[in-house]
Every structure is written in structure tokens, then in C-alpha cells.
């Protein structure tokens, strides 16, 4: 790799994560064969950090330059991803055609096949999915890839467009967000998926803490109320599910924690209790204090 990039492996991922070999390979494995995978779990499951480091880890190197990350979001269009007229600023009303930040990003891995790109979508079910990919819907399936394919875009019908084959798509969907109808099934079947579940069973996870100057002792207490009131949410069948878990990243903090008491307790008191407040909002207010005294151990 050029002197200012540092060499990423599939090893440095694996000590990054809280994912076993298996599953790294099987996400690896899924994105080369069809190119598009959707990662899917609860909110706090490491869906973005995993997916960066999915992305630097197959290209062997930590290149910003082949990996954008977007967001959609439900007033996202067509015209902020493929083109579209933008007013051009000044005083007249001018609009001037302007490309969009998957088309730009589709155009750099065409001037540079040998290598590989990664484009990531997070909450790529925020947004309104037909109206956002428009005739792309076709060119992103795995098969439909390369010049053979290209079709005329809406606002540049006199110019024709592929998506490259060294162009991948990693999208990450949040499975807690009830506003949200199910993605469309045009996108379901052009996507793999899959699912990420909070990392508590993993040894790495309490190592993790245990590197952060949390004692081993609370450490393993986080994991076992949290492990008990996960599976709590998993058997509420009715209104929640195993897709509302909640994930380890709430506990996974950046730099060493000076007061584990006081920064364990702020994490529930700021975080986990406001989610499950609205998890269980028309339940009665004991539930949510009876399990928040459980994870305080009260």
C-alpha cells in the first residue's frame, strides 16, 4: 500500500470486533458473490464500525478514498445520490445539473478497476428507496454490472451509466425503528442479509472493558443482567422481539472510565432507560423501574 496508508487485515478486524471468524467470513464471502449486503440489528450493535472495518479489511489497507459512507434519511432523493438541478446560487433563479454522491463515487472506481470500492448506507431503510436508486434499482444487482448494461439517467438522457463491478454496497438497517414499514421488496432481493446481535455472550466484549479500566467483577455483571434483560425483550413477542435488543456499543466506552460506578450508572440512567421507556411505553411504569432496579442490581 502508498506510505500513508496503513495495511488493514482480516486479523485487525477480527481484534477490533466483537464477531468470531465465522461469521467475518461469511459476510466477506456474501458481499463478493452479490455485492450488496445489508447489515441488520438493534440500535447499539456496531453496525457502522463494523462496516468500515469490513470495508478496509477486504481492501487490505485503511484507504478513505475507496470508502464513502452516506445516511439516508426520509427527505433524501434521486438527486442527492445519482444527479439532479440544483439552483446555482446569485441573484438570477439559474439551476444548474449537478451529480450526485454515488454517481461521482461510481465514476472513481471506474477510472480504477483493480481495485475495490465500498459505498456505505447507513439507516438505508429512512429513506424512500425507489425514489432514491430510480432506474439504478436494475444496475446495482450483481449480474446487471458493467458497460453491457448501461442505461440513459433521467436527467442525462443523452449520456449513458453502469454501476462498476468493483463498486460494493453495504447498507445497515436499524430492526428497533418503529416508524419504519418494511424495506421494499425490490431491495430485498437485491441485497444479502445479515443479522448482528449485541455482543455480551463474547469474551472479547469483556476484555474489552477490562482494557478500559472496568474491574473484571462489573464487567461480568453488565454482562449477565444485560444478557437477562435482552432476553426479557426477546420474549415480549408481542410488541418488541429479539430485533430490539439492546446492543453492547451503550457499554463501550472510547477512553479508560475513571468511576465505573458513576459511569455504569449514567449509561442506564441516561440511555438504557429512556429506550426501554419507550419500549414499553404502554405497559405499566413498573416494568421499565423493575428492570432498571435489576440492572442496577437494587
Known sequence: PPANQEPYSKEDALKDLFIGEEKYARMAKLLRR???LILQGPPGVGKSFLAQRLAYSLMG???????????FHQ??????????????????AS????????????DRARQDTGNDYYFIIDEINRGNLS?????????IEPDKRGADYELPLTYSPEKTFYVPANVHIIGMMNTADRSLAMVDYALRRRFAFVDLEPAFES????????????????????????????????SDSRDLGSGYCIGHSYFCPVTPVANEEEWFNEIVETEIEPLLQEYWADENANKVNTHIAKLRGE
Not at 61 to 71: F, L, N
Open 131 to 139: 425514489r432514491i436508486f430510480g432506474e439504478l434499482m436494475l444496475l
Open 34 to 36: 452479490k455485492k450488496n
Open 95 to 106: 439551476f444548474e445539473k449537478r451529480d450526485g454522491v454515488f454517481f461521482k463515487f461510481c
Open 61 to 71: 489497507v485503511k484507504d478513505k478514498s475507496r470508502v464513502t459512507m452516506i445516511q
Open 203 to 234: 469474551d472479547k466484549f469483556v476484555d474489552y472493558l477490562v482494557s478500559q479500566s472496568v474491574s473484571q467483577e462489573r464487567a461480568s455483571l453488565i454482562r449477565a443482567r444485560m444478557l437477562s434483560l435482552n432476553a426479557e425483550i426477546s
Open 75 to 92: 427527505s433524501y432523493a434521486y438527486e442527492d445520490f445519482i444527479q439532479g438541478y440544483r439552483p446555482s446560487g446569485g441573484d438570477g
